[in-house]
């Protein structure tokens, strides 16, 4: 099983831009996985933004197309969100998700292909 650890959230004023981390520890083996971030709005249910998998394939959610890129470090297994332009709306709760890889697999934004999540970070935009 791996965790996933979520960390660069914060505090800023609309227009801003913040980037997350997710360390990855725990991978057993030569076993891969293919990623995503997550957010959930006060209110909401949560929901898929971007998704990254193995062959380097992305995926993004329509409201962040354009401002946020999915990117990872596989040497650190590491996953970056990189989110410009913020806007209010993009304040939320901040999880990102693994599953095991596959060669044939393209990037999904649903939540129940991932097995594994991380506790999140909290993002609050401001206008």
């Known amino acids: 099983q791996v965790q996933l650890v979520e960390s660069g959230g914060g505090s800023v004023q609309a227009g801003g831009s913040l980037r997350l981390s997710c360390a990855a520890s725990?991978?057993?083996?030569?076993?891969?996985?293919?990623m995503g971030w997550f957010r959930q709005a006060p209110g909401k249910e949560r929901e898929g933004i971007a998704a990254?998998?193995?062959?380097?394939?992305?995926k993004y959610a329509d409201s962040v197309q354009g401002r946020f890129t999915i990117s990872r470090d596989g040497a650190k297994n590491t996953l970056y969100l990189q989110m410009n332009n913020l806007k209010p709306e993009d304040t939320g709760m901040y999880y990102c998700?693994?599953?095991?890889?596959?060669?044939?697999?393209?990037?999904?934004?649903?939540?129940?292909?991932?097995?594994?999540w991380g506790q999140g970070t909290q993002v609050t935009v401001s206008s």
């Open positions: 998700a693994a599953r095991s890889a596959s060669l044939w697999a393209t990037p999904s934004l649903l939540n129940s292909v991932y097995t594994s």
């Open positions: 725990g991978l057993p083996g030569s076993v891969y996985y293919d």
């Open positions: 990254i998998v193995i062959t380097g394939g992305t």
